[in-house]
C-alpha cells in the first residue's frame, strides 16, 4: 500500500436489527439451523429483547431441544410474563419439557392478562385435555372456536375434547355443522366416522370409514398410530375398522381406570373371537392387548385361550419376510463352557425394573451363566443401562422386528426368557420367529396356554397346583415356593417419613393399593368400596395416577357413596422415596384379578401386612404365591367374602395387624420370598435343566424344581 493510498475502512458487524432480518429469512427458506444461529446472535447484542430471545426458543422447540428452549425463555421470563403472547410461550415451553405446574402457572397468567386470547385459550384447552379435565377443556375450545370460527383447527379441536369427554351425539352434531364450513375437509370426515365408532354405531362408522378419501384415510392413519407403540419397520396392513377403533380406545381407557365401555368392549371381543374361530379370515381387530388387558376383564379362561390363539396364528400368517429357519449350530461365539441366557426386559428407565434385575444378576453364578440383556427403552440413556453392567446391555427400542431376530440370533443364546408382556416393549413376533433352542416365557398369566413358540412357562406349586396335561400346552416348570423372585440391591438407609410428609391423615387407618391403575378392576374398586363404608376411619391410599385416572376412580368412589378425600393420590417421588413410605400405611390390598407382584413384594419386606384373593389363573393367584412365601398364607383368601369379612376385621382390630406386621419383620431373614440367593439357585437350576433336554435332542417337559437342590436334575 502507498502513501497515497487510504486504508480500508473497518467492516461493518451485522446490527441486531440485521440479525433478526437474516433469521426471519432463513425461517421462511426453512433453514431452521441458520435461523438459529441469526437468532442467537441477536440475542447476543440485545439479551434482555423478548422477541430475539422468543425466536431462538421456536426455533430449538422445532429442532427437539425443548429444555434449552424452556431454559433461555425463563432468562427473560419478568419481560414475558407482562404480556399474553410472552406467558404462553413460557407455557408452551415449560409444557414441552416436562415442567407441568409451571406450564399451567404460565397460560393461567396469560389468561389474567386477556381472557380471550385464542393462543392462550387454545392451549390452555390442550392442558386441560391432557389431564382428563375435559368439561373445561371444552369451555376453552368453545370460546375459541367462536373467535375463529374461520379456522378448522378450532373445530376439531372442540369435536376431540367432545369424543374424550365421550359427548358423542354432540361431537357428531358439532362435526355436521363444522362439516357445512368445511365440507372436503379430510380431518372432519374422518373425525365423523371416529365418533360412530366410539358410540358403538359399527355400520355406519364402517359406511362412513369406506367412504373417506386419500386424506382422510391419510388422516385416519395419522390419527390410529397416534399415541401408539412404534413397531420400527412395520406398517399396518390396512385401515382400521369401527370395532378396532372402539377396541383401541377401550382398552386406553382402562389404563385411566374407566370402565364405563367395559361391556360393550366384552361384548365385541366375544364377537371378534368368535368370527376369528370360525371363518378363514381371523378376527377383524388385533387382539394382542387381550393377553394382558384381558386378565382384568370379567370373563374365562376359554376367552383368553381362544383369543391367544388367535394371536400367534394371525402372527404365522402375517410372515410377509421370512427369516432363515433358526439353528442351534455356533458358528460364531467360541464355546466357553456357561449357558448364555438371554433376557428380554421392558424399558430400563422404570426404576424398579432395573432396580430389581441388577440385584438378581448380582446373584446368579457367572461361572455358569453368561447374559445377555435385550431392551425396549425409547431414546435410551447410559444411566439406565449402568447397574447392569458388566453384562451385554442391548437396546432395540429402534429394531424392526427382523433386526432384532437377527441382533439376537448372533448371540448364539441357549436361553431366550421374555418378560415384557404386557410391557410397550413386547414383540410377540420376535418369540415367534425364535431366536434360542430354549425360550421361556417369564410370566404366563393365564392357567391354559394355547400352543405357542415358547418351551416352558414358569409356574409354581400355589399358581398351578395341579398338572393338567390337557390344561396346559407347552411345559410348565414348577418352582417350589414362588415363581416370583424378589431381590434387592444393597441401598443406604431408607430417609424416615411421616404421614405427615406423605399427605396422610395421622390417625386414619390407612389402606393401599400400590398397583399399576390397569390392574385395578371394577370388582375390586367395587369391594373396597365395601371395606370404606365399613370402616369410616379409614382412607385409601394410591400411587401417583394420572389425573384422568384420578378424576375417574374419585367419580366411582362418589357413586360409591364415599367423599373424594377418602382417596389419597401419592405424589410421584423416587423410588427410594416411595419404599421407604411403604410403611405408614396399615394394609396392602391386592387386587381379585390381576394381582400386584413388585409392589406387593416391596410392602411384605417393608413389613406392611397384605391379604389377597386367589382366584383361578396365574394373574389371579401370583399374590398368593408371594403372601405364601413371605409367611403369612393366612392372609391368603379363597373367595371374595371371606377377604372382605378378613380386611374389615383387621382394620377393626389394630392388635392384629401389629401381629402380622410384627411377624412379617421377623420372617425378612427366613421366608422363602426374602431368601433370593436360594430361589435364585432354584432358576438355574431348572435353567440348565432345560439346556440339558435341549442339546439332548429331547423335547420340553413339564416338571417340578425340588425344594432342596441336588448336585443336578436328572433329564
Known sequence: MTSSEAPDAPAELPTFHDQMSRGIAAHEAGDLVGALTAFE??????????????????????????????????????????EVGGATNLAI???????????????????????????????????????GRWEEAIDHATRCQRRAAGYETAWTQLADYLMGARRYAQALAHIQEALKRFPESPQLTMRQSVALALQGEFDAADTCLAALGPEANAALLGFWL??????????????????????????????????????????????????????AGGARIDLRPV???GLVLPWGESELMQASELIWSAMAASQRKPLPPFSSKRTLRPNDGRIHVGLAVPSLRDAATTESLAAQLALHDDSRFAFHIYSATPEPQAVWSAPLLPHSVIEMAHFSDEETVQRTRLDQLDIWVDMTLGSPGWRPYVAHRRVAPVQIQQTPWQSRSPASPFDYALSDNFVHPGIDAHAHEGALVRLPHTCWLAPVAQASPPPAFTRTDAGLPAEALVLCAWVPALRIDPQSFSLWMQLLNALPEAVLWLPPFTLAAQANLTREAQQAGILAYRLIFATPDTRQNTLARMPLADLFLDPLRFNASQSLADALRAGLPAITCAGKNKASRLGGS??????????????????????????????????????????????????????????????????????????????????????????
Open 291 to 293: 393377553m394382558y388387558n
Open 226 to 279: 397416534q399415541g401408539a407403540v412404534p413397531e420400527p419397520g412395520r406398517t399396518p396392513a390396512a385401515l382400521p375398522c369401527a370395532r378396532a377403533l372402539f377396541c383401541r380406545h377401550a382398552f386406553g381407557a382402562m389404563d385411566d381406570c374407566d370402565w364405563r365401555d367395559q361391556d360393550r368392549l366384552i361384548e365385541v371381543l366375544h364377537a371378534e373371537i368368535d368370527r376369528g374361530s370360525k371363518t
Open 626 to 715: 408371594i403372601i405364601r412365601a413371605a409367611g403369612s398364607p393366612d392372609c391368603v383368601f379363597e373367595n371374595e367374602e371371606a377377604y372382605l369379612e378378613a380386611a374389615i376385621g383387621l382394620g377393626r382390630d389394630h392388635h392384629r395387624l401389629a401381629g402380622l406386621r410384627a411377624r412379617l419383620l421377623n420372617a425378612s431373614a427366613t421366608a422363602p420370598l426374602f431368601q433370593s440367593k436360594a430361589r435364585v439357585k432354584e432358576l438355574e437350576a431348572a435353567w440348565a435343566f432345560m439346556v440339558q433336554r435341549a442339546r439332548a435332542g429331547l423335547s420340553p417337559t413339564t416338571f417340578d424344581v425340588p425344594g432342596h437342590l441336588p448336585q443336578s436334575l436328572p433329564y
Open 41 to 82: 446472535s441477536a440475542v447476543a447484542l440485545e439479551p434482555g429483547n423478548t422477541n430475539a430471545v422468543s425466536a431462538c426458543a421456536t426455533l430449538l422447540s422445532a429442532l427437539a431441544r425443548p429444555h434449552a428452549a424452556f431454559k433461555l425463555l425463563q432468562q427473560v421470563e419478568p419481560g414475558l410474563l407482562g
Open 93 to 131: 415451553a415449560a409444557m414441552d419439557s416436562g415442567h407441568w405446574q409451571q406450564a399451567k402457572n404460565y397460560i393461567a397468567c396469560a389468561l389474567a392478562l386477556d381472557s380471550d386470547d385464542i393462543r392462550a385459550l387454545n392451549h390452555a384447552g390442550q392442558m386441560a385435555a391432557r389431564e
